[in-house]
């Protein structure tokens, strides 16, 4: 209870330390240890709620990083730690800008010499966006772990504090380099390619279809696997080499879908549309010829699915070759939406694309 004491304390502006160079009051900055920079943009593991009753109602994006980091002395033990608040918002509210912020300042932070590692604490809502934007951008080996909490610091069994602990124990960790961008929730260390929010009200809500690669205990990595897509240091894409990110929207498959919605998004100047399909991808009779409609504008078509696992096969629910659409393989609409967002600062070849998602 005493990290609660520590973080309730803080809270209320009592002990409130401000970092701003590595090390903390506890302990003084040490050339032994990795030095880890945490970059804050709010969610709830910066949230705040009314009561130690209020694990589910409260205030996302309130407590600053330096409060953050303050109320955790344990991460010393680790790393040398400093934070920089990039944005303070609930994840649901991210856009592009917001990624690109974010991204260029990762990018800096990694080509320095005194930076070992990256941890970016996120909303949990967006934050395998995030993660997987990051892993297609960011040109380097270094450690990135993104991080977010199920439950506010002032809820009892609050998971914050741990999972940040287990971000930094990683992120300090030369064992995690290469490995793309990773996600530390509820003790598992995911990939920020493969991991998606599959619970929206619990602790342990974070999962990939194909398996973590590794568990974090107790400020030690336990690792069982490697990414075997593209990522970071492997990628085409540079962040340093682009400013903007292509309108992408998501149209969504249901039963009795009519063509309205992609009809409007069709005409709001997008150069990409995700077909969110029921089953393999499956595409709605109806909305066929819409959706065709739009490729001859010189829109990218691109098939993935509502169903949270699985893959989509080209060719299979739809002829894709001959309607020149794309397949997400087996990205989520929100990840295939951020992979078409860069890929498309690189082309617009649909045969291109398609390499790209099959490689990425
Ligand atoms: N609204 C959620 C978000 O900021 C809170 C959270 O779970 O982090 O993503």
Do not use: C
Not at 331 to 360: C, G, H
């Amino acid at each position: 209870m005493h990290l609660l004491k520590n973080f309730a304390q803080l809270l209320t502006g009592v002990g409130f330390v401000a970092l701003s160079t590595f090390g903390t009051m506890a302990q003084a900055q040490t050339a032994t240890k990795p030095n880890v920079v945490i970059l804050a943009t709010g969610g709830t593991i910066a949230g705040a709620g009314a009561s130690a009753l209020n694990s589910a109602t409260y205030a996302a994006a309130k407590v600053p990083v330096d409060k953050l980091l303050a109320g955790l002395p344990e991460l010393a033990n680790v790393a040398n730690v400093r934070g920089e608040q990039v944005a303070q918002i609930a994840s649901e509210s991210f856009n592009n800008e917001t990624l690109m912020v974010l991204g260029k300042r990762v990018s800096a932070l990694v080509k320095q010499a005194d930076v070992d590692g990256i941890v970016v604490t996120h909303g949990t809502d967006t934050l395998e966006e995030t993660a997987y934007f990051l892993n297609l951008v960011i040109r380097t080996s270094k450690p990135i772990v993104v991080v977010g909490s199920m439950r506010p610091g002032t809820a009892l069994s609050a998971d914050g504090a741990l999972n940040l602990f287990d971000a930094v124990s990683v992120a300090a960790s030369k064992d995690a380099m290469g490995k793309g961008v990773l996600v530390t929730m509820n003790d598992e260390i995911n990939s920020g390619r493969d991991v998606v929010k599959l619970v929206n009200i619990k602790t342990e809500a974070f999962k990939s279809q194909w398996g973590p690669l590794g568990m974090v205990v107790e400020g030690n990595n336990y690792w069982f696997r490697a990414p075997v897509k593209r990522h970071t240091a492997q990628s085409e894409f540079n962040i340093d080499e682009f400013s903007t990110l292509a309108p992408v929207e998501i149209v969504y498959g249901y039963g009795n879908v009519s063509t309205t919605a992609t009809d409007a998004v069709g005409k709001s100047g997008i150069k990409a549309l995700i077909h969110a399909g029921t089953g393999n991808g499956s595409v709605a009779a109806t909305m066929v010829p819409a959706l065709q409609a739009i490729r001859a504008q010189g829109i990218q078509v691109i098939r993935s699915s509502r169903v949270p696992a699985g893959f989509v096969l080209r060719n299979a629910e739809q002829p894709d070759d001959k309607y020149d659409w794309v397949v997400a393989h087996d990205l989520n609409p929100q990840k295939a939406r951020i992979l078409a967002a860069v890929a498309l600062t690189k082309t617009s070849d649909s045969k291109e694309l398609q390499r790209i998602f099959w490689q990425y």
